[in-house]
């Protein structure tokens, strides 16, 4: 979906975003193996390790189109998409870090960027 989101904006302004469809789903993949070890939020990083443990190189670990995945991830509970006020409440009521809510918030930024 944020995909389609992507392109959409990307026709409205008339410059081209080149999105990569089989990087996008090797970094799903890649993302959520690492809920194998961890259901916590670093699963994405646990996947990273066993993606490179495994003998896939860092181009591949590192993408820019993982990205989009960690996001809608944090953005998607269940069925539902949620919104990145939404997100940063949640994560603040839970107590999380100021350090790690910035890295959300940048993430969030860094996609917005790439769209309209």
Request: glycine share 10%; aromatic share 4%.
């Amino acid at each position: 979906m944020r995909l389609l989101e992507i392109n959409w904006c990307a026709q409205k302004r008339g410059t081209s975003i080149r999105v990569d469809v089989d990087a996008v789903f090797s970094g799903g993949l890649l993302h959520d193996i690492g809920r194998s070890k961890t259901h916590g939020i670093d699963h994405a990083v646990k996947g990273a390790g066993i993606a490179l443990e495994n003998g896939l190189g860092e181009k591949i670990v590192n993408i820019n189109e993982e990205k989009v995945v960690a996001h809608a991830d944090n953005l998607v509970s269940g069925s539902r998409v949620g919104t990145m006020d939404e997100l940063l409440l949640t994560l603040r009521e839970k107590l999380f870090d100021e350090k790690i809510i910035k890295r959300f918030i940048e993430l969030n930024n860094e996609i917005n960027s790439m769209i309209c």
